[in-house]
């Protein structure tokens, strides 16, 4: 990085920050604290919505997806504009009504302060970790490319994020995310556009999509229902709704963007307009790691993009080793890159099944590498991450785009992070303060309620803090986010829909189905991971949702009216089907 760079990058995150905290100043009551004074239009709130969910894992972590297993991961938004539709006729309409300052809040009018404490408390577990995770992700893969300290990075980030996040609560979070987002739009569009720019002269948009397509990253569409498959039309559809209403709809840090809006109209508007841009904008990320791929179809791949791995492994006793891989993959793009130059059949366009021969001898390269590297790391006691899909993007930023916007895309990095954390701190402080502290405690001063949440806000803002200390990489960021909302997510949906549309169903057994079904859902994800079952994450969303529903149902059997009855039937039958799936497409 040279000086220019880190003027921007400087200059950039300390105006955020500064604007954060001139523009929210003065916040005197819980409402203009905690709703930022319903004073949010339609665009604050979309941005802000969707600046929340497009932490700087998205950025870091979706390029990398793309290019290592191509475009089919956008299907697991494609749940989002139907889980918008119900949020804004079913949700926003309820909790607008009921000048609720949490989503949690509605639960006690409904069924008991025991419900509206559990569910508070789930989200406190899985959003506190979710928190940590979101710095953490920008500071280790920073860390690694730049030679930067974690420890320090994880502090300067969450310090940047408290401070204005403490000061000016959600108005705050609102202003500075709608800059953010344009920020962040900024310095994508200006990125793919380069990466166009250096591909060779002949080697059209056009042409780089044949490229692409010819080493399967274009397929878009899944429609098989194996399960074995991660992303497919159905999870996307089916699991991604359960977890984009369970997120949306029910989840403090979404649901706080929208209860800061002016009107209910306002509210509805932001929420659809998230819905309309957020899967284009995924698709267009994913498109710019697609790109990045076709960009080292032309020039020299690393063998493995995190140096700090490749450091380890050439310093150890396997450096011989790996440089005979890196030979041979440099031989591979060599012959790969003649033959897409040559353009080899009738029609002109790449061949894919002279590609696709190159493209499994490189993986298998780079999987070699990483074993070298896992071995490596334990031989000199060093714990290192073999797995660079997060890698990617980054170490594409900083090898091949011009002074300046280097530091301009880190900053677009760094404010995806500062714009989700500050949410998540935002929504933690905001439930503990509303569900549990004053819940709990005898009737405190408008003043006082302020100085409580802005405590509960350093404390939560100290806490992610050091869950980013302690944490540690996945096989991909982005997948370790959803996986951690889809062990809680669906349970806390089906809470809401039982509390919305099944009237007859009592608090005591919500609760107890409530518990049953997270010990269940915990247990799923662990036989998932040691594959004595083949579970999707995913699905533990749509699994979650329909399990509390139906052993709430079950508890209170005697109560629930005829009709009831075959819907029962039906859910049960649905969940049944499902587990058969299940067991047939687990490895024997």
């Given at each position: 990085m040279q000086i220019l760079d880190w003027v921007v990058l400087i200059s950039t995150l300390l105006i955020i920050v500064i604007y954060g905290t001139y523009r929210s100043r003065g916040s005197k009551n819980v409402q203009d604290y905690l709703k930022g004074g319903n004073t949010?239009?339609?665009?604050?709130?979309?941005?802000?919505?969707?600046?929340?969910?497009?932490?700087?894992?998205?950025?870091?972590?979706?390029?990398?997806?793309?290019?290592?297993?191509?475009?089919?991961?956008?299907?697991?938004y494609f749940g989002l504009p139907i889980a918008m539709v119900v949020i804004c006729m079913v949700f926003i309409p309820l909790y607008h009504r009921l000048k609720v300052y949490t989503a949690y809040e509605f639960l006690e009018n409904r069924f008991d302060l025991k419900t509206r404490t559990l569910t508070a408390i789930l989200f406190l577990i899985q959003r506190g970790l979710a928190a940590g995770?979101?710095?953490?992700?920008?500071?280790?893969?920073?860390?690694?490319v730049l030679g930067w300290n974690l420890l320090f990075l994880n502090i300067i980030i969450g310090t940047l994020v408290i401070i204005y996040t403490v000061s000016g609560g959600t108005k705050a979070?609102?202003?500075?995310?709608?800059?953010?987002?344009?920020?962040?739009?900024?310095?994508?569009?200006?990125?793919?556009?380069?990466?166009?720019?250096?591909?060779?002269?002949?080697?059209?948009?056009?042409?780089?999509?044949?490229?692409?397509?010819a080493s399967g990253k274009m397929e878009v569409l899944?429609?098989?229902?194996?399960?074995?498959?991660?992303?497919?039309?159905?999870?996307?559809?089916?699991?991604?709704?359960?977890?984009?209403?369970?997120?949306?709809?029910?989840?403090?840090?979404?649901?706080?963007?929208?209860?800061?809006g002016k009107s209910l109209k306002e509210m509805q508007i932001g929420m659809i307009f998230n819905g309309l841009l957020k899967v284009p904008m995924q698709f267009f990320i994913l498109l710019i790691g697609v790109m990045v791929f076709v960009f080292y179809q032309f020039n020299e791949t690393p063998l493995n993009f995190n140096p700090a791995a490749t450091e380890v492994v050439l310093s150890s006793k396997y450096a011989d080793e790996y440089q005979a891989i890196q030979e041979k993959q440099n031989d591979v793009f060599l012959k790969k890159k003649d033959a897409i130059n040559e353009y080899s059949n009738a029609s002109g366009k790449v061949n894919p099944q002279i590609i696709a021969q190159y493209n499994t001898e490189s993986d298998a390269l780079r999987a070699e590498a990483r074993t070298l590297i896992e071995k490596a790391g334990d031989s000199q006691n060093i714990k290192v991450e073999s797995n660079d899909k997060d890698y990617v993007f980054l170490n594409f930023i900083l090898n091949n785009l011009p002074r300046g916007l280097i530091g301009l895309l880190l900053a677009v990095i760094l404010s995806a992070?500062?714009?989700?954390?500050?949410?998540?701190?935002?929504?933690?402080?905001?439930?503990?303060?509303?569900?549990?502290?004053?819940?709990?405690?005898?009737e405190k001063s408008e003043t006082e309620m302020v100085k409580?949440?802005?405590?509960?806000?350093?404390?939560?803002?100290?806490?992610?803090?050091?869950?980013?200390?302690?944490?540690?990489?996945?096989?991909?960021?982005?997948?370790?986010?959803?996986?951690?909302?889809?062990?809680?997510?669906?349970?806390?949906?089906?809470?809401?829909?039982?509390?919305?549309?099944?009237?007859?169903?009592?608090?005591?057994?919500?609760?107890?189905?409530?518990?049953?079904?997270?010990?269940?859902?915990?247990?799923?994800?662990?036989?998932?991971?040691?594959?004595?079952?083949?579970?999707?994450?995913?699905?533990?969303n749509f699994v979650g949702c329909f399990l509390v529903i139906i052993i709430a149902m079950l508890i209170d059997f005697g109560k629930i009216p005829k009709n009831y009855k075959l819907i029962l039937a039906g859910l049960i039958s649905v969940l049944v089907f499902f587990g058969y799936l299940i067991l047939n497409n687990t490895p024997a």
């Open positions: 949010s239009k339609w665009w604050t709130i979309g941005l802000s919505v969707m600046a929340t969910q497009a932490s700087a894992i998205t950025f870091l972590s979706t390029p990398g997806q793309a290019f290592n297993d191509g475009m089919g991961f956008v299907q697991l995770i979101t710095i953490f992700a920008p500071a280790i893969i920073l860390s690694a979070v609102n202003v500075t995310q709608k800059h953010q987002m344009i920020l962040i739009f900024t310095g994508l569009i200006i990125t793919f556009f380069l990466i166009i720019d250096k591909l060779p002269a002949d080697i059209t948009f056009s042409k780089a999509l044949d490229i692409a397509g899944d429609f098989s229902f194996d399960l074995n498959n991660r992303y497919t039309i159905w999870s996307g559809i089916i699991g991604g709704t359960f977890l984009m209403l369970s997120y949306f709809g029910t989840d403090q840090s979404q649901v706080q963007r929208y209860l800061s992070a500062m714009s989700s954390t500050s949410s998540e701190l935002n929504a933690l402080a905001s439930t503990t303060t509303m569900d549990l502290y004053k819940r709990n405690t005898s409580t949440s802005k405590w509960f806000t350093l404390g939560w803002g100290v806490m992610a803090i050091g869950v980013a200390c302690v944490a540690n990489l996945a096989e991909n960021l982005i997948q370790l986010v959803n996986i951690i909302g889809s062990i809680f997510y669906g349970n806390v949906l089906g809470i809401f829909l039982l509390a919305f549309f099944f009237k007859f169903v009592k608090a005591n057994a919500v609760f107890i189905a409530a518990l049953i079904t997270q010990v269940l859902i915990i247990g799923l994800f662990l036989l998932n991971q040691y594959e004595i079952i083949n579970l999707p994450f995913l699905w533990l």
